[in-house]
């Protein structure tokens, strides 16, 4: 069975319960010994790790992880913060916004986004992207290629989540929110459009980034009722 770590729970002294998530969704089992360096395990006590695993029944609440293979490890040589949030970010919110009958649809967008974030000169594109579909996933598909209201194409001024999308200057009314400048708008525009997150050709400044997600953040607490805590790293 191929899995992705998203969270990994000390467990007793050596051991862990871990978190993941397979392409028949949500996983959970005891991986004992794992947090000893030298356990032969220990490949994959590594948040967001993808390997192929062999479970088996014990003495304990979940399943026990027998045997590891084909491990890929995200973390490099020179890891910095930028980096390591992102990569905190996309775990989390795959773990918080998604129903366990929805996270298999995302199984393979992560293993992509993953890679991506890995060999990305900068991870902010490929981070916005996959927290894009994440929205969609969820249900909620924000409109990026015509007004939200008449469907218009032409002469679009704002993006505005409270309305669900990009407005033309037809349809803008006085008390309308401008949540984004024109770059941010076209980098919500590329996110939500985005196919395949492993050759994403779109870039961004980290400045425009934050900003959009940090109204990403605001909108999830408002949708989903969840606040993510690696969102802190982020601000």
């Not at 390591?84 to 775990?91: D, E, I, R």
């Not at 008449?150 to 033309?168: A, E, R, T």
């Not at 919500?188 to 050759?199: L, Q, S």
């Amino acid at each position: 069975m191929k899995i992705i770590v998203l969270s990994i729970t000390p467990y007793k002294e050596k051991d862990a319960i871990i978190d993941a998530i397979s392409e028949e969704g949500d996983i959970t089992f005891t991986a004992k010994g794992i947090l000893d360096p030298k356990n032969k395990n220990a490949a994959i006590n590594n948040l967001l790790s993808i390997a192929d695993i062999d479970l088996q029944e014990g003495n304990y609440k979940y399943p026990v992880l027998k045997s590891i293979s084909n491990v890929e490890n995200c973390m490099k040589l020179d890891n910095d913060l930028d980096y390591l949030s992102c990569l905190m970010l996309v775990a989390e919110a795959t773990k918080s916004l998604l129903q366990d009958e929805e996270k298999e649809q995302i199984f393979n967008s992560l293993v992509s986004a993953v890679k991506a974030i890995k060999k990305a000169r900068e991870p902010w594109a490929v981070t916005i992207a996959y927290i894009a579909k994440l929205l969609k996933i969820g249900g909620y598909e924000l409109e990026v290629n015509r007004c939200v209201f008449c469907g218009g194409i032409k002469n679009i001024v704002l993006f505005s989540f409270n309305d669900g999308g990009f407005v033309c200057q037809d349809c803008l009314e006085p008390d309308m929110t401008r949540d984004l400048n024109k770059n941010q708008m076209l980098l919500v525009r590329n996110a939500f459009n985005t196919k395949d997150i492993e050759d994403i050709s779109f870039t961004c400044s980290k400045e425009d980034a934050l900003v959009v997600l940090n109204k990403f953040f605001d909108f999830i607490v408002e949708s989903f009722g969840t606040t993510l805590k690696s969102a802190a790293l982020i601000k």
